[in-house]
Each structure stands twice: as C-alpha cells, then as structure tokens.
C-alpha cells in the first residue's frame, strides 16, 4: 500500500525553467492538495481539488498551475521558475467532507531548488 | 496575523520528560484542531485530531483545547528518543483549508 507518492523527490532547476512536480494517491481520495514547507513560514496551501476536474486557490497560488485531470494524480506546474519558489513541496490527500475526522495523508515531498 | 502561531523550539529533553507543546490561533470560528508529527526528510503525519474545546488522549499522548482563550496543547508522557521529530499544530476552516504552525522541533536525549 503505497499511500501518497511524489515524483520527483528531488530537482535543481534554473531559473525561467519549467516542470511538473506528481502526485499520485491509491487510497481512492476525493480530496487533494498541495503545500510548499519553508523554514519559519510552516505548511503553506497552494492549490487544492476537492474532486476529479476541479481546483481551487489556496494560500499562495501565485506562479503555480494544478490539474486534476484523473482522481489519483494531482499534478503542480511551474511554468517559469524563479528562486523563491525554491522549497520542500508536500501533496496530500483526504477521503472527504463526508466524515469531519477524516485526516490528511502526506507523501515525503518534493526537494526543490531554483537557482 | 497569523492564523496559527506556534513556538519554533528547538526543545531538548531527557528520556521520560514530560513534554508541553503550545500553540495559539487567531480565528474564534476554528473548530478541529490536530497535532502532526513530522520525522527529518518525511511528510507529515497525523498525531491527534480534536473538535471543539477539551481534551484528548491516546497512549502517551493528550491533547488539549481551550477555546477561550484560543491555545492548544500537546503533552507526551513518558518521552522517547524516538519521539524527537518536529510537531505540528494545524486547524481547519469549515471549507475544509487548513492552517498549520511552524512547528517546534524536539530532541529527546537518551
């Protein structure tokens, strides 16, 4: 049982470049979401899914896209790279609004540098 | 204003200590509070999930509410060195966005 698993765990990237950072989730989970971890600023919500086909701005969403084309995959885009997008991304995933004790799972993260 | 604030640390205890982690919110509306626990170069995972004012325990873990004055707790008894990892308060809105602290990182020494 994998749970939640991104891809790639680590990248060095130039500044301008563009990538697309994975998340995939086995546990059938309506909701996902994506954080970036930054010291002293803790979790930050980027941009959320509460199901197939929908997104949602979270926190700071500025410089970043998301699709939730199929349930399991919940994709993070940066078109153009810049430096302080340099951070430790983490994805989750939730069962749903259906049962208010529902926690989220994490996967291990995404290492991100921008230089 | 933050809508979590929470003590950075670092905290260092010796094996068995009792542990205290705080933190505080801003939003009176916030209902469900948790606790996270998060190991060096790992996600995330969650501790304890509390709803309204009150306390919570599980095993050596008690987790506590108090609206009124807006703090929540953490208290491990008993501390293990493999209870050193980094604890992360958070609370949610009821559209489902949550807000976490900073995390306070804590060393339990053997």
């Known amino acids: 049982n994998a749970g939640v698993t991104q891809t790639p765990k680590f990248r060095v990237l130039k500044t301008g470049q563009s990538m697309t950072l994975l998340c995939a989730q086995d546990m059938n989970h309506e909701y996902m979401y994506w954080y970036r971890q930054d010291p002293g600023m803790g979790l930050r919500l980027i941009h959320y899914s509460v199901g197939e086909g929908t997104t949602a701005k979270g926190e700071v969403p500025d410089g970043y896209n998301v699709s939730r084309l199929k349930k399991q995959n919940f994709l993070l885009g940066l078109e153009s790279a810049a430096p302080s997008q340099t951070s430790v991304y983490f994805c989750?995933?939730?069962?749903?609004?259906?049962?208010?004790?529902?926690?989220?799972?994490f996967g291990d993260g995404t290492r991100l540098s921008i230089l | 204003q933050k809508e979590v604030e929470q003590d950075p640390g670092p905290l260092s205890v010796p094996e068995g200590a009792i542990v205290s982690l705080n933190c505080t919110y801003s939003?009176?509306?916030?209902?469900?509070f948790m606790w996270y626990r998060q190991y060096s170069r790992k996600g995330p995972e969650l501790l304890m999930y509390?709803?309204?004012?009150g306390n919570k325990e599980d095993g050596r873990f008690t987790a506590q509410v108090d609206k009124s004055s807006k703090y929540i707790s953490l208290f491990i008894r008993d501390s293990q060195p493999s209870d050193s990892a980094t604890y992360l308060c958070?609370?949610?809105?009821?559209?489902?966005?949550?807000?976490f602290g900073t995390g306070t990182s804590l060393t339990v020494i053997p």
């Open positions: 509390t709803y309204s004012s």
């Open positions: 989750a995933s939730q069962k749903g609004q259906g049962n208010l004790n529902q926690p989220q799972h």
């Open positions: 958070a609370t949610r809105n009821t559209g489902n966005q949550f807000y």
């Open positions: 939003n009176s509306a916030f209902q469900y």
